[in-house]
C-alpha cells in the first residue's frame, strides 16, 4: 500500500520544481520538500512505531515534520499550538507508555463527553483513503491551489494536505483569518483555480466584511468546504449569490469517522442541514434510533491506550456517532440534533462539564453551567451562567483569564451571565434541556 | 471615546488585554470580525476587511484612531 511520503517521493521525481507549499514568502517545492523530509526523518531518533509530539504551526517546518516523522516510522501526534505546557508534558508521559496498532499515522486530538482529552489513532490506509474521497468528492486536481487557513493539528485543515500531496497539486498556507488581506494576497496567486476550508465564522466574517471583494474571485474560486459546524442558511445563501458559479460543500466528517459525505449546496436548491452522498471509500448507516454510523477505510482506529472508550464507539467496523440522523430518498444524509451533551464550537468538540469543573475552583463562584448560546459571528458560543457567592460579583475577564490558564482556548466560554440560580434536576443533576 | 471602546470590547472580548502594546498578535481572527463588526454597529461607520490591518489593530490607542478617521470620513 502506497503511504502519502510515497506519493510525495512520487511528484519529486515527476514534477520536481513545482510549488508544493507557500507560505508568507517561503515556498517550497516537491524536490525540495522531499529532500526536507528525508533529511529531518533521518536525524529522528526514536524507535520505530513510537508516537511524537509537535506543537503545530502554521508553516512549512510543520509539514515537514509531520511527515518525516512518518518516514522514520513513527506516529505524529500534532497538538495545538498554545496547548498548556503541563497537558503537553503529560500527554507525552502517558504516550511514551502506550504501543500502537502497526500501520498508525496519527494520533489527533479530541475532546469526548468527559471533557478528556482522546487521541484518536489514524492510520496510513486511512489517510489515503481520505485523500481518494476528497478527489473524488469535491474535485482536488493537480492544478489546484487550496488555500489553509485553520489549525493544521485540527482534521478539517489537516485532511487538505492528504490530496494535495497525492495529486501533486499546491498547498497555500496561512495562519488563520486575522488579517483578512493575507487571505485575499493568498488568492492573487498567479494560479487558474483555487479552493479552501471555512468554518462558519470564517463564512460570517468574508460576507460581512468583505463581501464585494469575494466577489470578485469569483471565477477562481474552484471550490470551499465549509465544516465544523451547521452554517446559517442565510449565510449559504450569500456564499452562493456572490460566487455563483463556485461548488460550496457541507462535508460530514470527523476525527472518528474521517471524511463521509459532502454536498454541493451552490445547486440551486441550497438545502439546510444536507451532507450530500457518501465518498466512494464510505457508507452510512443510520441505526433504528436514529443514530449516524459510518464504516469504511476512512474510520478510526480506535482511541490510543483506551480500547474501553474504543468499543463505545467502534464495534463491527462501525463508528457510532453521537449525531442523529436520516438518508432522504435521493441518498443523501440529512443531520439532526446530538444524543450527548456535547457543544460544537468553530469546528472543536467541548464536554460542558470539563469547563464547569475548571469554572468552579475559581473562588466565589457558588454554581455554573456550560451552555450553547447564539453568537452573531460564530453562530453559536460557549456561555458560562455563574452563581457567585453571596455578596459577590462576577467578573468575567477574571474568570476567563482563570479558564484560559487550564483549559485549551477554544473551551474558554465567550459569554459570561451572573444568575441566580442554575436549573437542575429533581435528582441534583444539571438540567441541560433546560437551557436548549 | 476611547474608554466607550474599551468598555465595548471588553465586554465581547474578556479575553483580550486591551492594554497590550502589540494587541494585534493577541487577536483570532473571530476577535478581529468581532471589534470591526461591533464598532461599525456602534458608530455607524463602515469597516472592512482591508482596515482589519496590524497597524489599525496595533493598540486600543489606534483602534480608537481608525475610528475618528472613519467618522470624520462620513
Redesign the interface.
Known amino acids: 500500500m502506497k503511504v502519502l511520503e510515497d506519493f510525495l517521493a512520487d511528484n519529486a521525481r515527476l514534477y520536481p520544481d513545482k510549488i508544493a507549499i507557500v507560505c508568507g514568502m517561503e515556498t517550497c517545492s516537491y524536490a525540495q520538500l522531499h529532500e526536507r523530509v528525508a533529511t529531518r526523518a533521518a536525524a529522528i531518533n526514536a524507535p520505530k512505531g513510537s508516537v511524537l509530539l509537535i506543537r503545530t504551526s502554521q508553516t512549512i517546518d510543520f509539514i515537514v515534520e509531520y511527515m518525516a516523522v512518518h518516514l522514520a516510522g513513527c506516529v505524529a501526534a500534532p497538538l495545538e499550538k498554545d496547548t498548556p505546557q503541563e497537558l503537553f508534558d503529560e500527554l507525552g508521559r502517558k504516550l511514551s507508555s502506550y504501543s500502537v496498532p502497526e500501520g498508525i499515522a496519527d494520533v489527533l486530538y479530541t475532546t469526548g463527553t468527559t471533557g478528556k482529552s482522546k487521541g484518536v489513532m489514524i492510520s496510513h490506509r486511512t489517510i489515503i483513503a481520505d485523500a481518494e474521497n476528497l478527489i473524488a468528492g469535491q474535485g482536488f486536481s493537480h492544478d489546484l491551489v487550496f488555500i489553509i487557513n485553520g489549525p493544521l493539528n485540527h482534521i478539517g485543515s489537516l485532511s487538505k494536505i492528504f490530496p494535495v500531496i497525492v495529486l501533486g497539486a499546491t498547498l497555500y498556507i496561512i495562519d488563520?483569518?486575522?488579517?483578512?488581506?493575507l487571505f485575499?494576497q493568498a488568492l492573487d496567486y498567479p494560479c487558474q483555480k483555487m479552493a479552501t476550508f471555512f468554518v462558519p465564522?470564517?463564512v460570517?466574517?468574508?460576507t460581512?466584511?468583505?463581501a464585494d471583494?469575494l466577489a470578485s474571485y469569483a471565477e477562481k474560486i474552484d471550490f470551499i468546504e465549509c465544516g465544523g459546524a451547521p452554517l446559517a442558511h442565510a449565510d449559504m445563501l450569500e456564499l452562493c449569490r456572490l460566487l455563483p458559479k463556485t461548488r460550496l460543500y457541507n462535508t460530514y466528517a470527523s476525527t472518528e469517522t474521517g471524511i463521509i459525505s459532502t454536498y454541493n449546496y451552490n445547486d440551486g436548491r441550497c438545502l439546510v442541514g444536507c451532507l450530500g452522498k457518501t465518498m466512494p471509500h464510505s457508507r452510512v448507516i443510520i441505526t433504528p434510533e436514529g443514530r449516524i454510523s459510518c464504516q469504511g477505510d476512512t474510520l478510526m482506529s480506535g482511541y490510543i491506550g483506551d480500547p474501553e472508550l474504543t468499543a463505545t464507539v467502534l464495534r463491527d467496523h462501525t463508528v457510532y456517532m453521537s449525531d442523529l440522523g436520516s438518508i432522504d430518498e435521493e441518498g443523501m444524509l440529512h443531520i439532526g440534533g446530538r444524543m450527548d451533551d456535547v457543544i460544537i464550537v468553530?469546528g472543536y468538540k467541548v464536554a460542558p462539564t470539563e469547563v464547569e469543573d475548571a469554572a468552579m475552583s475559581f473562588h466565589g463562584i457558588k454554581d455554573c453551567i456550560c451552555i450553547s448560546a447564539p453568537h452573531?459571528?460564530?453562530g453559536n458560543a460557549l456561555k458560562l451562567l455563574v452563581v457567585m457567592n453571596e455578596g459577590e460579583k462576577l467578573n468575567?475577564?477574571q474568570?476567563?483569564?482563570y479558564l484560559?490558564e487550564r483549559l485549551e482556548?477554544y473551551k474558554?466560554p465567550?459569554l459570561?451571565e451572573q444568575v441566580e440560580r442554575v436549573e437542575r434536576t429533581y435528582n441534583g443533576k444539571l438540567n441541560r434541556k433546560f437551557y436548549r | 471615546m476611547k474608554e466607550e471602546i474599551r468598555t465595548l470590547l471588553e465586554d465581547l472580548l474578556p479575553l483580550v488585554d486591551f492594554d497590550s502594546d502589540f494587541l494585534f498578535s493577541e487577536l483570532n481572527s473571530l476577535d478581529v470580525t468581532t471589534i470591526l463588526m461591533s464598532l461599525a454597529d456602534k458608530y455607524g461607520i463602515k469597516l472592512e476587511a482591508i482596515d482589519a490591518t496590524p497597524k489599525n489593530l496595533k493598540t486600543l490607542d489606534s483602534i480608537v484612531a481608525m475610528v475618528e478617521r472613519k467618522l470624520s470620513e462620513k
Open positions: 488563520g483569518m486575522r488579517d483578512m488581506n485575499f465564522a470564517n460570517r466574517m468574508l460581512q466584511l468583505s471583494r468553530g452573531p459571528i460564530t468575567k475577564r474568570v476567563a483569564l484560559k482556548i474558554v465567550m459570561y
